[in-house]
């Protein structure tokens, strides 16, 4: 209390009973510092000035979470994210699947009008989308596919398309795979066609080939570019070009025996009368083109006595060892008959030349009832 009786005046910021914090006594001759109240963590009450004010630490602070929570729950996030994204590619296809399923009658119908009007390529090209994610029967993608591209003058690829129609079609009626096969064997033949025509085009070169050389031979006029066709020194051979002759021969009379094959698979057995006829016709004319074609390959020359020696060594493939001995012993019995009847007939030419008359069978004239030379042997 002041001398006057007077109450003391309170400080602006507040007293020291709490309400507006305490006051720190003033150092001398300094300024005087309000207190701060403590923090709820502890620590000092009061901070120096220029002194960082105390932070809590970081693993107390409200809301946060150890390292080994927040590694659970970022697993979980994973794990939902996860399940959530693996029907994606189920959706994808299923929409994908049913867009194609959608459109196949479209691309059907579009080919067959491409087909139709003679387009065989761009109607193979659509047909060929049906391969893929098709379902409903597969088979008719390919069969489709490989009857088109027949049609364009692609036999290899076509055989490759109908080859699996077949194996796609293995469930279905007989007369389906009928019609497959039916295509294939044409498929065939007109591959062997195109085969036996290249080989004729080989003996073909292969003729002028021989009359250029000798012409050249000659002294004459003769095409340089039929002997060295690619004008870099590699002259041409009539052997060379027989021999190329001789391997398409060769793949046209095996297209041939294929198509011919072909025709007799199972399933053409309920065909009709004339369906049948047709088809024996076609087997027919296949055997002939076959047979053609082994007949234009061209033969080495060979020695007729040395074929015959060859003929006689080789063994019949289908003899045992002992059927083996047995003909040989027959032939050796051959040949000592022939070498007794030689020698007979040559015995009774000497007896005709000395006694004028023929020898007997054998014994005494007597013996035979009489008749002919009594003389006895």
């Given at each position: 209390?002041?001398?006057?009786?007077?109450?003391?005046q309170?400080p602006?910021?507040?007293?020291?009973?709490?309400?507006?914090g305490?006051?720190?006594p003033?150092?001398?001759?300094?300024?005087?510092?309000?207190?701060?109240?403590?923090?709820?963590?502890?620590?000092p009450?009061?901070?120096?000035?220029g002194?960082?004010y105390?932070?809590?630490p970081?693993a107390?602070?409200?809301g946060?979470?150890?390292?080994?929570?927040?590694?659970l729950?970022?697993?979980?996030?994973r794990r939902?994210?996860?399940?959530l994204l693996?029907p994606?590619?189920?959706?994808?296809?299923a929409?994908?699947?049913g867009?194609?399923?959608?459109?196949?009658?479209?691309?059907a119908?579009?080919?067959?009008?491409?087909?139709?009007?003679?387009d065989?390529s761009?109607?193979?090209?659509?047909?060929?989308l049906?391969?893929?994610?098709?379902?409903?029967?597969?088979?008719?993608?390919?069969?489709?596919?490989?009857t088109a591209?027949?049609?364009?003058?692609d036999?290899?690829t076509?055989i490759?398309?109908?080859h699996?129609a077949?194996?796609?079609?293995?469930?279905?009626?007989?007369m389906?795979?009928?019609?497959?096969q039916?295509?294939?064997?044409?498929?065939?033949?007109?591959?062997?066609?195109?085969?036996?025509?290249?080989?004729d085009?080989?003996?073909?070169?292969?003729?002028?080939?021989?009359e250029?050389l000798?012409?050249?031979a000659?002294g004459e006029?003769y095409?340089?570019?039929?002997?060295?066709p690619?004008?870099?020194?590699?002259?041409?051979t009539?052997?060379q070009?027989?021999?190329?002759?001789t391997?398409?021969?060769s793949?046209?009379?095996?297209?041939f025996?294929?198509?011919?094959?072909?025709?007799?698979?199972?399933?053409?057995?309920d065909q009709?009368?004339?369906e049948?006829?047709?088809?024996?016709?076609s087997?027919?004319?296949l055997q002939?083109?076959?047979?053609?074609?082994?007949?234009?390959q061209?033969?080495?020359?060979?020695?007729?006595?040395e074929?015959?020696?060859?003929?006689?060594e080789?063994?019949?493939?289908?003899?045992?060892?002992?059927?083996?001995a047995?003909?040989e012993?027959?032939e050796?019995?051959?040949?000592?008959?022939?070498?007794?009847?030689?020698?007979e007939?040559?015995?009774?030419q000497?007896?005709?030349?000395?006694?004028g008359?023929?020898?007997?069978?054998?014994?005494?004239?007597?013996?035979?009832g009489?008749?002919?030379?009594?003389k006895?042997?």
């Open positions: 209390m002041s001398g006057d009786g007077a109450p003391p309170q602006p910021w507040g007293s020291s009973n709490g309400t507006g305490s006051q720190q003033a150092q001398p001759g300094g300024p005087v510092v309000p207190s701060q109240p403590a923090p709820p963590w502890g620590g009450s009061t901070v120096r000035p002194a960082p105390p932070q809590p970081r107390q602070l409200p946060s979470r150890s390292p080994q929570a927040a590694a729950r970022s697993r979980r996030l939902r994210a996860l399940l693996l994606i590619p189920l959706l994808i296809a929409l994908v699947l867009t194609k399923l959608a459109f196949l009658p479209v691309i119908s579009m080919g067959s009008d491409r087909y139709d009007a003679g065989h761009g109607a193979a090209d659509l047909f060929d049906q391969k893929t994610m098709n379902v409903v029967d597969p088979w008719k993608a390919w069969f489709n596919t490989g591209r027949h049609r364009t003058g036999d290899y076509a490759s398309d109908l699996r077949y194996d796609l079609a293995e469930g279905e009626e007989p389906v795979r009928c019609r497959i039916i295509n294939l064997s044409i498929a065939y033949e007109t591959s062997g066609d195109y085969e036996k025509i290249t080989a085009d080989y003996m073909a070169q292969k003729k002028a080939l021989e250029a000798a012409a050249r000659a006029d095409e340089a570019s039929v002997i060295d690619y004008g870099d020194g590699n002259e041409l009539p052997e070009v027989q021999d190329d002759a391997t398409w021969y793949f046209a009379e095996r297209s025996a294929t198509a011919e094959q072909v025709r007799g698979w199972p399933g053409c057995e009709s009368e004339q049948k006829e047709q088809n024996e016709q087997v027919q004319r002939d083109k076959q047979q053609q074609a082994k007949d234009a061209p033969q080495e020359p060979q020695d007729p006595q074929g015959e020696e060859q003929e006689q080789q063994p019949e493939p289908d003899q045992t060892e002992e059927e083996r047995e003909a012993r027959q050796k019995l051959q040949e000592q008959n022939s070498e007794a009847r030689d020698d007939d040559q015995s009774q000497e007896y005709r030349n000395y006694y008359g023929d020898e007997p069978a054998g014994g005494t004239g007597e013996e035979q009489g008749g002919g030379s009594a006895n042997w």
